[in-house]
Each structure stands twice: as C-alpha cells, then as structure tokens.
C-alpha cells in the first residue's frame, strides 16, 4: 500500500510539465526513487529529458553507466533498462 501511495504521489510531479526541455530538481528527484524503487540502481541522475511524442522519460544515472526509460503506459509507470 505504502508504495502504491508513494508512485500516486511521484505521477503528479512526472504529470505536470510543460512542453519545454527542461527538467527540475524535483523531477529528478522522483525518478531516481522510483528507479531505486524497482531494485535498479542510480545513486544520482546525470541526465534526464522526457520523450518528445510518447508520455515518458530518458534517465541516465552513475556517470551514464545506467540508462533507463520511464513510461507511462495505461497510467501506470513502468522502467525499462536500456
């Protein structure tokens, strides 16, 4: 329950966004415990910039040793390891 609660929480900081590139502290913040959330690893995000057609995100964590995409697919956010 406590995690379900915790990714509600985390879709309104991923949800509200503009159409720029930028990304925030905050955005960060969420995917890196969301991403640790699952059981992968990133200590720290690099780099993060959202999808341009689809809802989702490109993470890059570790000095860019691990790449992950995050979706939203049906309203639930899956990771995907690259």
């Not at 406590?2 to 720029?20: D, E, M, Q």
């Not at 960060?28 to 200590?43: P, R, S």
């Amino acid at each position: 329950m406590k995690r379900f609660i915790f990714i509600v929480s985390i879709l309104g900081i991923f949800t509200n966004h503009s159409f720029a590139t930028d990304v925030s502290y905050e955005q960060k913040e969420a995917a890196k415990k969301v991403i640790t959330m699952y059981g992968y690893t990133c200590d720290y995000v690099n780099s993060m910039s959202r999808f341009i057609i689809e809802n989702g995100f490109n993470v890059y964590c570790n000095d860019f040793s691990y790449g992950y995409e995050i979706k939203n697919k049906g309203g639930k956010w899956f990771i995907i390891v690259k």
